[in-house]
């Protein structure tokens, strides 16, 4: 079948790496807006809107990225903003053909409007299994998994950790610092992964983003995620001085490779925030190449103007993979994700590698 958007819609996808407040639909934020009594959005009509956030976070600079989040934060500070948008990005993956997502939030960041730390967790599941109900009722089929998002330039990680572990058992899957990396590195949250790993769960780091491979070692020799958030510096400890076969791995690259660290790779995000300078020049290939565990993901599908679709259609126009490349991004994806064994050989033996095959005739 030739690899088309509308094709690769079809095919099944899973994504470990989407940001909830980077997701909303323009016309939502406006409504919100309207709704909670914000007044400050930079646009009044969904078309200009979205073009605003997507012209924004294209500034080469995390931090300047990340300032697009004020507004979408926003309008989700009532259980209904929560609800809805929570809502509303189960169906939207669902269109897009992802039968798997693992979607991360700041629950710190929601509690403007009087919330506690559990109710904003709880009107955000609430929400995803509305989500989950309306497109199984549309004859869909979609996972949502939540996971919780401490911001690393402030002071609330083990609350957050704790907060992950209370709601385990009712759709939260693991743990995440996020934000600026330069001036707070991940060990400063030491106490906070210390009891992750205390309580046998789950929890991955961004890392090796905007700062280079410290960033990375820190994550995984102090703090020891299980995966990587973009991680796209570790190049920096590979040397290509010829064919990519004789590419040179230093102990750090080798030790994520070696032991199936997995790679959150979201290739348009990363050239917006400058973390590749284009995306002929993202290392995916390189590092898809050399067999370390990519997977691909949308990180913020509002202000990248993305779905995973695009970015996997991106990638085949950019570097020629074909639909058996896609299965294997996928399946590492779903090797990858913070849910039972047993439910990710289910879904890789029962949608993914069915969904693939009709793919490759």
């Known amino acids: 079948m030739p690899l088309t958007l509308a094709s690769?819609?079809?095919?099944?996808?899973?994504?470990?790496?989407?940001?909830?407040?980077?997701?909303?639909r323009p016309a939502t934020v406006l409504e919100l807006?309207?709704?909670?009594?914000?007044?400050?959005?930079?646009?009044?009509?969904?078309?200009?809107?979205?073009?605003?956030?997507?012209?924004?976070?294209?500034?080469?600079?995390?931090?300047?990225?990340?300032?697009?989040?004020?507004?979408?934060?926003?309008?989700?500070?009532?259980?209904?903003?929560?609800?809805?948008?929570?809502?509303?990005?189960?169906?939207d993956l669902a269109e897009d053909g992802v039968v798997y997502a693992e979607v991360r939030f700041a629950p710190e960041q929601h509690l403007n409007r009087g919330l506690t730390l559990d109710e904003v967790v709880e009107h955000t599941l609430a929400g995803f299994r509305e989500g989950e109900e309306l497109v199984a009722a549309a004859g869909g089929r979609i996972t949502v998994v939540c996971l919780l998002t401490a911001m690393r330039h402030a002071a609330r990680s083990r609350?957050?950790?704790?907060?992950?572990?209370?709601?385990?058992?009712?759709?939260?899957?693991?743990?995440?610092?996020?934000?600026?990396?330069?001036?707070?590195?991940?060990?400063?949250?030491?106490?906070?992964?210390?009891?992750?790993?205390?309580n046998s769960a789950h929890f991955t780091i961004h890392a090796g983003e905007a700062f280079g491979l410290p960033s990375i070692h820190e994550a995984l020799a102090y703090c020891g995620c299980d995966r990587l958030g973009h991680g796209v510096r570790i190049t920096d400890d590979i040397s290509v001085p010829g064919a990519i076969a004789d590419a040179e791995l230093g102990l750090v690259a080798k030790?994520?490779?070696?032991?199936?660290?997995?790679l959150e790779l979201c290739p348009s995000s990363n050239v917006q925030t400058g973390a590749v300078p284009s995306l002929d020049k993202h290392p995916f290939d390189l590092l898809a190449r050399l067999r370390f565990r990519v997977t691909v993901n949308t990180d913020n599908r509002l202000m990248s103007d993305t779905t995973m679709s695009r970015e996997m259609l991106k990638l085949v126009e950019t570097f020629g993979y074909g639909w058996s490349d896609l299965e294997r991004f996928t399946i590492n994806a779903m090797k990858s994700a913070f849910i039972p064994f047993p439910d990710r050989l289910k879904i890789i033996d029962d949608v993914i590698k069915p969904g693939y095959a009709v793919m490759l005739g």
């Open 8 to 24: 690769i819609r079809r095919a099944p996808k899973a994504l470990l790496h989407d940001h909830l407040d980077g997701g909303l």
């Open 255 to 262: 030790y994520v490779r070696d032991t199936r660290i997995p």
């Open 33 to 91: 807006a309207e709704a909670c009594g914000y007044d400050e959005l930079p646009a009044t009509d969904a078309d200009t809107l979205g073009t605003w956030f997507r012209d924004a976070a294209d500034s080469g600079s995390l931090e300047r990225y990340l300032e697009t989040f004020a507004h979408t934060v926003a309008v989700m500070q009532t259980p209904e903003g929560l609800r809805r948008v929570a809502r509303e990005c189960v169906e």
């Open 159 to 198: 609350e957050i950790a704790e907060l992950t572990v209370r709601f385990r058992d009712r759709g939260v899957g693991g743990f995440d610092i996020a934000g600026a990396e330069a001036g707070y590195p991940p060990t400063r949250h030491l106490d906070a992964f210390e009891y992750m790993r205390a």
